[in-house]
């Protein structure tokens, strides 16, 4: 086994490679500047930021696709003045609606 302590320091990719497939890496990551180090924990951090974006993106549209319809049917069009929100269908009347698994839109009128 090479001593790979003196060797140039890594790029980002190698570092991250390096690190899910071992602990041989860690010496030579111990070599990087506080600069180096943080750089690529803010790409890492985009990067995951990125794929948690497009995976939850993709499942939540086709969930608020099916409530949009949903809401036009039950509210109709919603007028918005003065800081208030008040629905075209029957705005004298208190109603709720469901969207997602865990989330309720709740809409009580003006007394």
């Not at 030579?28 to 506080?34: E, K, Q, S």
Request: net charge positive; aromatic share 12%; glycine share 10%.
């Amino acid at each position: 086994m090479s001593d790979d302590t003196t060797a140039a320091p890594l790029g980002f990719f190698r570092s991250l490679a390096g690190v899910c497939v071992g602990v041989e890496v860690f010496p030579r990551l111990i070599r990087h500047g506080w600069l180096r180090t943080l750089s690529h924990l803010f790409i890492m951090t985009f990067l995951c930021a990125a794929g948690v974006t497009v995976g939850e993106s993709s499942r939540m549209s086709a969930a608020l696709g099916g409530f949009g319809q949903e809401f036009d049917a039950y509210f109709g069009k919603v007028a918005l003045a003065n800081g208030s929100a008040t629905p075209k269908k029957s705005p004298e009347r208190a109603r709720s609606i469901q969207f997602m698994p865990d989330g309720r839109l709740f809409y009580v009128p003006d007394w």
